[in-house]
């Protein structure tokens, strides 16, 4: 009896085209939004090659500086200076332009002077370059007054220094962009919520005449509806499958992280979007309607609280009111993500799965128990 009721409500899902449209259709045009818009703003920032002037100096000192700056390149080879010989009365303008990333005073090599508009990674290069220059400088002093010590000195000279290292943290994708997508897979998996809530909606019989025929029928209500439910975790599960492999197939989206942990998460997402909306649909006797608008204020208000909308609004929840990104199913699934790709499988990554797991179990067993048959005055 269960794998034919199984059967039978995956045919009726398939046949379900506004569950198809929203399941199917939702990723795909959000997510070619995103990509669109997206796509190549981090990247851009990154290449982005900075401007630094030159002050003062002899000709000597100037070139080996800019030969220096130029070398530098970022890990995929661009080069992260463009070198500008300035002078002193050039140096306010460029700065009150914003045209370059900083000027440097060469006059005296053991004291270089960086002056700046703003701060950002390239300031910081920068100032790291003139400690070297500094270092270098008095050591090439120290070499000439103690001859001795002179090899030495030079050795540690000679050091070759990385200016700029990659570090991967834990995933390969520190794109700050990157979070409306693990929002927008957060989304698709609670949006299993409509899946979840059709199953008692469809089962009461003051609401639809299968409802009405299954309540006369000698069937196993719990086990009618749990079989029911299963049939649309399947079927949400593929539909959230296909969301995966568009972002990662067809918008080449780089998620930081293995695909065996994104399905995972994934599958335990929609899990736990379609336990919601399954407890969702045994409140009291509402209309279909009216328990449709809850799951909807559910889907769409959890999935602005997790960022959406903004990535802002998350962050000012976490410092604000934690307890809401704690409970909210949305938010709990996009810190999966989120800890994944940036910290890698931890503590953060490993509260969010156990948090998926429990809030599922508990949504379906609240579900199951108040699915026993009801008594209706007519029907």
């Known amino acids: 009896m269960f794998l034919r009721v199984l059967i039978y409500r995956l045919k009726k899902t398939v046949h379900d085209r506004e569950t198809m449209l929203w399941a199917l259709l939702f990723p795909i045009v959000l997510g070619t939004f995103f990509n669109l818009a997206l796509g190549s703003v981090y990247s851009h920032e990154m290449v982005d090659t900075k401007q630094?002037?030159?002050?003062?100096?002899?000709?000597?000192?100037?070139?080996?500086?800019?030969?220096?700056?130029?070398s530098i390149q970022t890990g995929d080879g661009t080069p992260m200076f463009e070198v500008l010989l300035a002078t002193t009365d050039d140096e306010k303008k460029l700065l009150f332009e914003d045209e370059i990333a900083g000027v440097m005073d060469i006059s005296d090599m053991t004291n270089i002077q960086l002056r700046v508009a703003n701060d950002d990674v390239s300031q910081n290069v920068?100032?790291?370059v003139i400690g070297i220059f500094r270092r270098n400088a008095v050591l090439t002093q120290e070499a000439m007054k103690n001859p001795q010590a002179a090899a030495q000195i030079m050795e540690l000279m000679s050091q070759?220094?990385?200016l700029v290292k990659q570090v991967n943290a834990a995933g390969e994708n520190k794109d700050p962009y990157v979070s409306y997508m693990y929002a927008l897979?957060?989304?698709?998996?609670?949006?299993?919520?409509?899946?979840?809530?059709?199953?008692?909606?469809?089962?009461?019989?003051n609401i639809s005449q299968q409802g009405a025929r299954i309540s006369v029928s000698p069937v196993n209500h719990k086990m009618y509806?749990?079989?029911?439910?299963?049939?649309?975790?399947?079927f949400q599960i593929l539909c959230t499958m296909i969301g995966l492999f568009m972002v990662l197939v067809v918008f080449r989206v780089n998620m930081g992280t293995s695909t065996g942990l994104l399905i995972l998460i994934c599958v335990l997402g929609t899990l736990l979007g379609c336990s919601l909306g399954f407890a969702l649909g045994h409140i009291s006797n509402l209309s279909k309607k009216t328990k449709e608008a809850i799951a909807l204020l559910f889907v769409t208000f959890g999935g602005f609280l997790s960022g959406l909308m903004a990535v802002q609004v998350k962050m000012m929840i976490e410092v604000n009111c934690p307890i809401i990104n704690r409970i909210n199913p949305s938010a709990i699934i996009h810190d999966a993500f989120y800890s994944l790709n940036m910290f890698g499988v931890g503590?953060?990554?490993?509260?969010?799965?156990?948090?998926?797991?429990?809030?599922?179990?508990?949504?379906?067993?609240i579900g199951l128990l108040m699915s026993g048959r009801r008594s209706y005055a007519s029907i």
């Open 52 to 70: 630094v002037a030159l002050v003062g100096g002899s000709e000597e000192n100037t070139k080996f500086v800019k030969s220096t700056l130029e």
């Open 126 to 128: 920068l100032a790291h």
């Open 160 to 162: 070759d220094v990385e």
């Open 185 to 205: 897979l957060a989304m698709v998996c609670i949006m299993a919520a409509n899946a979840g809530l059709a199953v008692p909606v469809d089962a009461q019989a």
């Open 225 to 234: 509806e749990l079989s029911c439910l299963v049939a649309a975790a399947l």
């Open 347 to 365: 503590e953060m990554f490993y509260r969010s799965i156990f948090t998926m797991i429990v809030m599922t179990i508990v949504l379906t067993v």
